[in-house]
């Protein structure tokens, strides 16, 4: 069916998966949500100084990774921008994979017009200023959310905050692997069994994309990835239910993932859960697979 202009069909599937459609932004936010466009945008290497910016719309990015080291308490900057990486992925694949399983259809996610405001949390947290009908199948996906958002946030996240390109690369695979479990977990539990046939295919397509293909293995609705997002140094942190790591690496040691062939069993499907969502309180910690994913 074709893309209502408020894609209320995503409505069912919980904040996640939700995003404002076709409204203006309300009067009071105009000040706080810009164009995702000035996330990816060049001009601020020197972010990993905690100085204040003026305004949200000015740095938009910035100001999401202060607000995620606030929230977790993370001394690190470059662990604070890997989680807020992987939740901003989280949301992109969550409202695109939705959409394509429902509608067949996705929206433009044009990043001038999907704006974005780093100091909410789902759904507020996106607005997309108008929908423009796109087909849904794989290769136009991996388009609207791999190479519109995700190679160019990955890029700027590498350059201001030091965090390695194949770690971001796992974050991304790890996003697209949680939002696929769970909206095959929602249509599953509605019976709509040709729904979630749809989610697990889609998202397998996607993971053997060139830009996440190597990230890590899915079974089933499962994913372990090859990489660590580094939740684990944040204070009472763990690793995830994905991570490379059966445990904690040392902090004293420089973590190396295991070779493939020694990863650890895959965690039971639906037991990674979405990143924290910066705002809110600290998630519980996390120490071994199967617990809570980040």
């Known amino acids: 069916m074709d893309l209502d202009p408020a894609l209320s069909a995503l409505r069912p599937l919980g904040g996640f998966f939700v995003v404002h459609a076709s409204r203006p932004l309300p009067s009071g936010r105009t000040a706080e949500a810009a164009p995702l466009a000035h996330a990816y945008a060049p001009g601020h290497v020197n972010a990993t100084a905690d100085v204040d910016v003026p305004g949200h719309r000015a740095d938009p990015l910035g100001h999401r990774v202060r607000k995620v080291a606030g929230a977790l308490g993370a001394a690190e900057t470059r662990v604070a921008a890997s989680v807020a990486q992987q939740g901003l992925a989280a949301r992109l694949w969550s409202v695109t994979l939705a959409c394509a399983v429902l509608y067949g259809r996705v929206p433009d996610l044009d990043p001038r017009l999907l704006h974005w405001d780093p100091e909410a949390t789902a759904p507020d ?15 136009t996906v991996a388009d609207v959310v791999l190479t519109t958002h995700l190679a160019p946030l990955a890029e700027a996240v590498h350059t201001r905050y030091g965090v390695a390109r194949g770690l971001l690369r796992g974050n991304a695979a790890s996003a697209l692997a949680g939002a696929g479990r769970e909206l095959d977990r929602w249509a599953r539990r509605h019976g709509r069994t040709d729904t979630a046939a749809r989610a697990r295919s889609l998202t397998a397509g996607l993971l ?12 089933g609705t499962s994913f372990r990835r090859r990489s660590c997002c580094l939740y684990y140094r944040v204070p009472g942190g763990g690793v995830c239910g994905d991570c490379c ?21 895959p965690p039971e499907p639906g037991s990674l859960p ?15 697979p199967g617990a809570r994913s980040g």
């Open 125 to 139: 947290d996106l607005w997309l200023t108008e929908v423009r009908a796109r087909p849904g199948d794989g290769g």
């Open 208 to 219: 053997a994309h060139p830009l996440l293909a190597g990230a890590g293995t899915l079974t």
């Open 245 to 265: 790591f059966p445990t904690p690496p040392e902090p004293t040691r420089s973590p190396r993932p295991p070779e493939p062939g020694s990863l650890p069993r």
């Open 274 to 288: 979405r990143p924290p969502e910066p705002g809110g309180s600290p998630p519980p910690p996390r120490s071994s």
